[in-house]
């Protein structure tokens, strides 16, 4: 084993030990949503040896990282690694261990959307029982297409996007593409920032035939926090 690796191990092992107490006096907060983890959590998690070492392992990684990229750092006169108060910086690996699995476990869902415009209300098929009408639950096997309802256009399939629970469709834009990786807004849209409801969205995209781009207009699903600062130019539900 080399000396990287040898230090990496040692750091890892005392590291963790470290931020492990530090853990319960502060505040851990989730990476994305902000929302400051509950004690029950930290407690099962930094007491659960299967995280612990998962924990210990990203850390003996970032330190092996870290040296394979600057071999000088954190030497003795005798040519030795040892901890210098920057090696601490890594012990946050902890923190941001639980910080990412509380996330993931409550604060983030995922849900399917649809590769064109990144709508939810695409639809697969599936098989129906004649007499009962009983759905088998399970997509047809050899027929990979989805339908999405927004933009109205089939595909091979659909993508999965996460997001936080508070995140919904708040409306639609339509755009286009200038055919050298440029997106352009339809005209009839008044800013970029403009929200429309689905209605609207369509009456662009069928409207007057004014020029797409290469591929004519395309409808785009917005979701809280898509677009900064968004103006909802409709009232009521924007799938209208
Ligand atoms: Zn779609």
């Given at each position: 084993m080399n000396k990287i690796e040898k230090f990496a191990i040692a750091m890892s092992e005392l590291l963790f030990d470290l931020r492990y107490d530090d853990a319960f006096c502060t505040e851990i907060t989730c990476p994305n949503t902000g929302t400051v983890v509950p004690d029950e959590f930290k407690d099962k998690i930094l007491d659960d040896e299967e995280n612990k070492k998962k924990i210990k392992e990203e850390i003996r990684l970032d330190i092996v990282h870290h040296l394979t990229e600057r071999p000088d750092d954190w030497k003795n006169d005798k040519g030795e690694y040892e901890y210098r108060v920057e090696t601490f910086d890594y012990a946050y690996q902890v923190d941001a261990w639980v910080g990412k699995l509380y996330e993931n476990q409550n604060e983030i869902k995922t849900v399917w959307v649809c590769t064109n415009c990144g709508s939810d209300n695409v639809q697969a098929k599936m098989w129906v029982n004649v007499n009962t009408n009983k759905v088998s639950g399970e997509a047809m096997e050899d027929d990979d297409e989805y339908w999405c309802d927004d933009c109205e256009q089939h595909h091979s399939k659909v993508k999965e996007r996460t997001m936080m629970p508070r995140q919904k469709i708040i409306g639609y834009q339509v755009e286009g593409h200038d055919g050298v990786g440029h997106h352009i807004m339809h005209?009839?849209?008044?800013?970029?920032?403009c929200v429309y409801n689905l209605a609207e969205a369509k009456e662009m995209i069928h409207g007057e035939a004014k020029t797409g781009g290469h591929d004519g207009w395309q409808l785009l699903t917005i979701w809280t926090d898509d677009v900064e600062e968004p103006t909802i130019m409709f009232e009521g539900d924007p799938r209208l």
């Amino acid at each position: 084993m080399n000396k990287i690796e040898k230090f990496a191990i040692a750091m890892s092992e005392l590291l963790f030990d470290l931020r492990y107490d530090d853990a319960f006096c502060t505040e851990i907060t989730c990476p994305n949503t902000g929302t400051v983890v509950p004690d029950e959590f930290k407690d099962k998690i930094l007491d659960d040896e299967e995280n612990k070492k998962k924990i210990k392992e990203e850390i003996r990684l970032d330190i092996v990282h870290h040296l394979t990229e600057r071999p000088d750092d954190w030497k003795n006169d005798k040519g030795e690694y040892e901890y210098r108060v920057e090696t601490f910086d890594y012990a946050y690996q902890v923190d941001a261990w639980v910080g990412k699995l509380y996330e993931n476990q409550n604060e983030i869902k995922t849900v399917w959307v649809c590769t064109n415009c990144g709508s939810d209300n695409v639809q697969a098929k599936m098989w129906v029982n004649v007499n009962t009408n009983k759905v088998s639950g399970e997509a047809m096997e050899d027929d990979d297409e989805y339908w999405c309802d927004d933009c109205e256009q089939h595909h091979s399939k659909v993508k999965e996007r996460t997001m936080m629970p508070r995140q919904k469709i708040i409306g639609y834009q339509v755009e286009g593409h200038d055919g050298v990786g440029h997106h352009i807004m339809h005209p009839d849209m008044e800013a970029s920032f403009c929200v429309y409801n689905l209605a609207e969205a369509k009456e662009m995209i069928h409207g007057e035939a004014k020029t797409g781009g290469h591929d004519g207009w395309q409808l785009l699903t917005i979701w809280t926090d898509d677009v900064e600062e968004p103006t909802i130019m409709f009232e009521g539900d924007p799938r209208l």
